[in-house]
C-alpha cells in the first residue's frame, strides 16, 4: 500500500487543548526510555521551515509525488534543478539547540532510539547515533535502475559541471530540500544519469505517494514495543507514515506526548500537547534533569 500524500488535513474541532507546562516531557525524559520521533519542526529554528505551521511551504509548494518523478522527465529536470540549488543552502544548516538536547537525553540513557521523518540529517550532526531515517537522507542518490546507492556530494558536482552559470534566486527552500524556483529559471536544466547503468537517479528519500520500505517500518514499530513512552517532537502527523507508531504507542498504553506549536493528527492519543518552541522545552527539561547540552550557554 503507498503511502498517499495528505496536504489538507484541518483539526476537527474536538481535539484536546494545548498546554504551556512542559514538566510532563521532562518527567516522561527523567523516567528513561523515551522512543523520539521527530518532524521538521524540529528543524525551524536551524533556518529549514516545515511544512504545515505558519508560513510553512505548503503554502507556495506542493512537494514532487514518486509517481510524477518517475514518468515525467520533466518533473524530473524540475525537481533537480530545484533540489540542486537548494541543495547549496539546505547543506549549510547547523544543529540548533533541540538537536543537540535529543543528542544528550540519548547520551545520559535517558532515550531509548530516534525515529526522524526528517531527511536533513542535522540529528546525526548533533551527535545522534543510531537514527533511523524514516523517509531517508538527501545525503545518498539510487539509481531506479540498478538500484547502485551514491553519495549525494559527488551528483553535486556533476550537475554543476553540466550546468555551469546556474544560479537562480530561489523565492524560499523547502523541508525536502526543494528550491522555489520558476519554469523560467528552471530553463534548460541538464540532467545527469547513473554513471553505472545510465539509468535515472533519484535522491534516497521517500517521496509523497511512495511508500517507506517495510523492514524500516518494522524496525521503528520494534523501536516503539520497547520504549516506555514516545515523545513526539515538531511533526504535524498528518501523513501516516509516523501516526502509525503513535497509534501503536496509545493501543500499547504508552504514554504519548508531543510538542509541537500547532495542532496534530496524534493530539487525542497524547497525554499532552505543548505548544512552546522545542529549543527551549528541551534545554528547560535537560537543565532541569542535569543533563548538559553541548553549545548551549550555562550561568
Not at 531527511?119 to 550532526?125: E, F, P, R, S, W
Not at 539509468?199 to 520497547?226: H, I, M, N, T, Y
Not at 493530539?267 to 553549545?295: K, M, S, W
Request: some cysteine; hydrophobic content about 40%.
Amino acid at each position: 500500500m503507498r503511502m498517499r500524500p495528505t496536504l489538507n488535513w484541518v483539526p476537527d474541532g474536538d481535539l484536546p487543548p494545548a498546554s504551556s507546562d512542559w514538566g510532563p516531557v521532562a518527567d516522561a525524559l527523567g523516567r528513561g526510555g523515551v522512543l523520539v520521533l521527530s518532524g521538521a519542526g524540529i528543524s525551524t529554528e536551524s533556518g529549514i521551515p516545515d511544512y504545515r505551521g505558519e508560513g510553512g511551504s505548503l503554502s507556495r509548494h506542493t512537494p514532487m509525488t514518486y509517481q510524477e518523478f518517475t514518468s515525467d522527465p520533466r518533473a524530473r529536470r524540475r525537481y533537480w534543478a530545484r533540489s540542486h540549488l537548494g541543495w547549496r543552502v539546505f547543506g549549510r544548516a547547523r544543529p540548533n539547540a533541540g538537536h543537540r538536547a535529543v543528542a544528550a537525553f540519548a547520551r545520559h540513557g535517558l532515550v531509548s532510539g530516534l525515529i526522524t521523518q526528517n531527511v536533513d540529517g542535522l540529528h546525526q550532526a548533533a551527535g545522534s547515533k543510531d537514527v533511523v531515517e524514516l523517509h531517508g537522507s538527501l545525503d545518498r542518490v539510487v539509481c531506479l535502475t540498478c538500484g547502485t546507492v551514491g553519495a549525494r556530494r559527488e551528483l553535486a558536482l556533476r550537475l554543476t559541471e553540466a550546468n555551469a552559470g546556474f544560479a537562480p534566486v530561489a523565492a524560499g527552500i523547502n523541508p525536502d530540500g526543494d528550491a522555489d524556483l520558476t519554469d523560467e529559471q528552471v530553463g534548460d536544466f541538464h540532467v545527469v544519469p547513473c554513471t553505472i547503468c545510465g539509468g535515472v537517479l533519484k535522491p534516497d528519500v521517500v517521496f509523497f505517494g511512495e511508500s517507506v520500505p517495510p523492514q524500516r517500518v518494522e524496525q521503528c514499530r520494534e523501536a516503539v514495543r520497547q520504549a516506555a513512552s514516545l515523545l513526539v517532537l515538531g511533526s504535524s502527523l498528518t501523513v501516516m507514515s509516523g501516526l502509525r507508531f503513535v497509534r501503536q504507542a496509545a493501543d500499547a498504553g504508552k504514554p504519548v506526548l508531543i510538542v509541537n506549536r500547532d495542532p496534530t493528527r496524534g493530539d487525542r492519543h497524547a497525554l499532552t500537547r505543548v505548544a512552546l518552541p522545542l529549543g527551549q522545552v528541551l534545554t528547560d527539561a535537560a537543565d532541569r534533569l542535569g543533563v548538559p547540552v553541548e553549545g548551549t550557554a550555562t550561568p
